[in-house]
């Protein structure tokens, strides 16, 4: 038992008793946001962008560069959904609705992706991040994870499958960065972003 705890959190020894709490604080609320956005509810951005703000912060004091630009990502993201999700709530008429990926969207969403592997590619390039075997694995996982938030931004059920995939990937990669909290995150992420889906897909189903 005690072994397993060593394996899985021996990272943290070099840590600050406040790293650790502020970790612990921002695993909490990307959860809060996850669950918020299973409800399809306006409240997951506030818990999103506190939670990233606490990341950028943290990965500062961490000197780990790439994933602070990164981060700051999520941050603008949130800000960005915010709005556009607070410009049509509670209207019936204009509602963001909940609708499927169109063509246009597939090709935005493919621009993006593209995008942000090349823009990360030359942060990784910047700071010289490619002496771990994990950065090309990293830089998909990106990818994934930024398409999937500007489709929940839109509020199209298809960003959970790109979330539920850039989940996945992240777990070993945090472990491996030394981020045992934020892996821990990740799988409890991949659980409720099935729930999220399936819930989503009734709501979709259901107006249909």
């Known amino acids: 038992m005690f072994d397993v705890l060593d394996l899985l959190f021996s ?3 070099g840590y600050t008793f406040a790293q650790i709490i502020l970790e612990a604080v921002a695993v909490i609320l990307g959860i809060v946001s996850v669950v ?9 951005y506030p ?3 506190v939670s990233a703000l606490i990341y950028i912060y943290l990965l500062w004091q ?25 410009k049509s709530y509670g209207k019936d008429n204009d509602f963001l609705k909940i609708t499927n990926l169109s063509q246009q969207d597939y090709l935005k969403s ?14 990784y390039w910047s700071f010289d991040k490619f002496d771990k075997w994990w950065a090309y694995a990293d830089i998909f996982m990106t990818g994934l994870l930024f398409v999937g938030t500007w489709q929940l931004a ?10 539920i995939a850039g989940n996945i990937i992240a777990i070993p990669l945090f472990y491996l960065k030394g ?4 892996s ?25």
């Open 11 to 13: 990272q943290y020894k």
């Open 36 to 44: 918020y956005s299973k409800k399809n509810s306006i409240l997951l």
């Open 47 to 49: 818990a999103a962008i």
């Open 62 to 86: 961490w000197e780990l560069y790439g994933d602070l630009i990164i981060n700051m990502y999520y941050f603008y993201m949130g800000i960005y959904g915010w709005i556009l999700w607070k």
């Open 110 to 123: 493919a621009f993006i992706f593209i995008f942000s592997i090349i823009f990360v590619l030359v942060i």
């Open 154 to 163: 839109k509020r199209k059920l298809e960003n959970w499958l790109f979330l």
């Open 179 to 182: 981020y045992t909290l934020t």
């Open 184 to 208: 821990i995150l990740n799988v409890v992420l991949t659980v409720i972003a099935i729930y999220g889906y399936l819930a989503w897909k009734k709501i979709l189903h259901a107006k249909k």
